[in-house]
């Protein structure tokens, strides 16, 4: 069964990803789907971040801190790709891999509200010793089979549901209600797995 790798933005709005060196040792038959799918675990990493936004109804005040968090994707450079909602008015990040206890400070490198699409980076080499990082690729073909990748709410435990891409058009982003282009899945999504790989 091929699988694509790609990295949920938000609900139905995608920037898709594509592991060309596994997908590749993949179709060759020298891995296998388990170990194609240990490789994607790997790479998909919890986000917590703390949050302090402006109260706009009074500017000069800002509102009570707030907690929560999401999922993102190690990416080339030492870069962890995920969506600019879980880290929008930040003041605290944190990223932990798959299968650790220890979590890691981190910093935005660039964000795009827009796009609703972040990158961030660890200071710490340690964090990125041993996985094989995820590389953008084509957009799959619709009616494709995929697997969702993330950390949904409720839970620290990385969560895989399985579905098809139903759609690509332009879609209204929900964090900046732009018109971009984004794909609609059937797999059971839920908050926390904004920002992971699909």
Excluded at 39 to 59: F, R
Excluded at 67 to 79: L, P, Y
Excluded at 109 to 138: C, Q, R, W, Y
């Amino acid at each position: 069964m091929r699988t694509y790798l790609l990295i949920h933005v938000f609900i139905i709005t995608f920037v898709f990803l594509l592991t060309p060196t596994i997908q590749a040792i993949h179709m060759e038959g020298l891995i296998t789907d388990e170990e194609q799918n240990n490789l994607v675990k790997e790479a998909t990493v919890k986000i917590y971040a703390i949050s302090n936004s402006p109260d706009y109804y009074s500017p000069w005040k800002m509102l009570e801190m707030d907690s929560g968090s999401g999922s993102g994707a190690i990416i080339e450079k030492n870069r962890v790709l995920t969506c600019a909602h879980i880290i929008s008015d930040h003041k605290y990040i944190q990223v932990q891999r798959y299968g650790e206890v220890q979590r890691f400070n981190a910093r935005v490198v660039s964000v795009s509200h827009e796009a609703d699409v972040a990158i961030l980076t660890v200071d710490s080499e340690k964090f990125f010793e041993n996985v094989v990082p995820l590389k953008f690729g084509k957009l799959p073909k619709i009616q494709r089979e995929v697997l969702v990748y993330g950390y949904p709410a409720g839970g620290d435990s990385l969560s895989i549901t399985q579905g098809i891409l139903s759609r690509i058009e332009h879609q209204s982003y929900a964090h900046s209600s732009l018109y971009l282009l984004a794909g609609q899945i059937d797999a059971a999504v839920n908050p926390g797995n904004s920002g992971g790989p699909v």
